[in-house]
């Protein structure tokens, strides 16, 4: 299961400058439950505190127990017998970064029905995203690996297993001189208020975060280039010869989906806050995986964190507009913009909703001890229809102020 592959780049050692976050200390649960799976944790673990290995380059390749898929422009993985080491972060050290920095300036993201952005790529990580272009800034890696630990925590002790979700092992800092650079290499190549935006997110400096995954964690939004190479048979049918490398069928992988969905519901977890919708929530296309799982956790919530009714339910929506929007992804890849289809909701997610959100709901129904509101929305399937739609309404529909308020 290999993505199209350059001629494999060497993998060099690179110093740290000093360890941020480390599973040992901060969740030494989840250190022993990892080291039934790898009896040599501890060893690669006292390696990599010290020196991390790097990638020459950010194209596609494979050496050895090492690979970069096509698309993943900020991780590399390194095989460890049982599922894989993430590398993410250590681009910044890349032979041929300012090529790839180049090519984010030129490239325009393209938007369904309203076409390309004004924004290159680069400036859409920096402007829309506040990311910092083939790199991430030490808060962004330290809050991707406490959001990670929080949830497989909470997996770990009510499920007894760990969850098909990254495992965090270590956040390492990269010398302030290695940021600096990395500036500098953007400096010409983003606009005024993008510049200011990643120097403000770096200001902390730049790091590299590896966490342990149970398989190489190809997306659903890389599958059309992935199904390209197994010719020109139905979709479905190169799917099934590509999540068969998985020991999966397509139908377990959506049923894995939903009910990893529903258990993170259950531990008291919303998969995106509102403020990652559209950005990087964890349920979209860029971060499911094709064996079931999620990765870039970043974007999940304690139920607890949230503090009005309103929030609540936006973010419950959106989990379920986010899952079947990767559900139909996935079953159909990349269809008509849903203004040529039909209209809004198009008649291929309306079919999606009907399927996707009862599977979810029934498999959550079987969770005790489920977080109030959880259990409130559940519960209003014994109200009307009517009755339902209006308690909902009321929060999701933005309340509208009197202008005499603003005289």
């Known amino acids: 299961m290999k993505g199209a592959m350059t001629e494999a ?151 007894g297993n760990l969850a098909c979700i990254p495992t965090p092992l270590l956040v390492l800092a990269w010398p302030l001189s290695t940021r600096d650079s990395h500036l500098a290499a953007l400096r010409s190549l983003l606009s005024e208020r993008a510049m200011r935006i990643v120097e403000t997110s770096s200001a902390d400096g730049l790091a590299a975060i590896i966490y342990h995954y149970p398989s190489l964690p190809l997306r659903v939004a890389h599958l059309p280039v992935e199904l390209k190479k197994l010719g020109n048979a139905p979709w479905l049918q190169r799917l099934a010869s590509l999540t068969a490398g998985y020991g999966l069928t397509p139908e377990q992988v959506v049923n894995r989906w939903i009910d990893l969905v529903a258990r993170m519901l259950a531990l008291g977890f919303l998969p995106g806050r509102t403020e990652h919708i559209g950005i990087g929530h964890c349920l979209e296309m860029q971060n499911a995986v094709i064996d079931g799982g999620f990765v870039d956790l970043g974007s999940i919530i304690p139920m607890a964190e949230v503090k009005t009714d309103a929030a609540f339910m936006e973010m419950l929506m959106a989990a379920f507009a986010d899952l079947s929007k990767t559900v139909r992804h996935f079953m159909l890849g990349p269809v008509a913009d849903v203004e040529a289809e039909y209209r809004n909701p198009s008649l291929l997610m309306l079919a999606c909703l009907q399927r996707v959100v009862p599977a979810l709901l029934q498999r959550l129904r079987t969770y005790p001890e489920l977080e109030p509101r959880l259990q409130d929305y559940l519960d209003r399937d014994e109200a009307s229809c009517f009755t339902a739609l209006a308690e909902e309404f009321k929060h999701l529909s933005p309340a509208m102020l009197n202008p005499a308020e603003h005289a």
């Not at 040599?40 to 390749?61: K, Q, S, V, W």
């Not at 970069?68 to 894989?84: E, T, W």
């Not at 809050?143 to 990670?148: N, P």
């Open 9 to 159: 780049p060497a993998i060099t050692a690179r110093s740290v400058e000093q360890v941020l976050w480390d599973v040992t200390t901060e969740s030494p649960e989840l250190h022993m439950a990892l080291s039934a799976i790898l009896p040599d944790l501890d060893t690669r673990l006292a390696a990599l505190r010290l020196n991390l290995p790097c990638a020459h380059g950010i194209n596609p390749f494979q050496s050895g127990e090492y690979q970069r898929p096509y698309r993943h422009l900020r991780a590399f993985y390194q095989d460890a017998g049982a599922g894989v080491l993430a590398h993410k972060g250590t681009e910044v050290y890349a032979h041929d970064r300012d090529q790839h920095l180049a090519v984010l300036s030129q490239f325009r993201i393209d938007y369904p029905v309203r076409g390309k952005s004004l924004f290159s790529a680069a400036e859409h990580f920096a402007l829309v995203e506040q990311k910092i272009p083939l790199a991430i800034s030490a808060f962004e890696a330290v809050e991707d690996a406490k959001a990670a630990c929080m949830l497989q925590q909470a997996h770990l002790k009510r499920f």
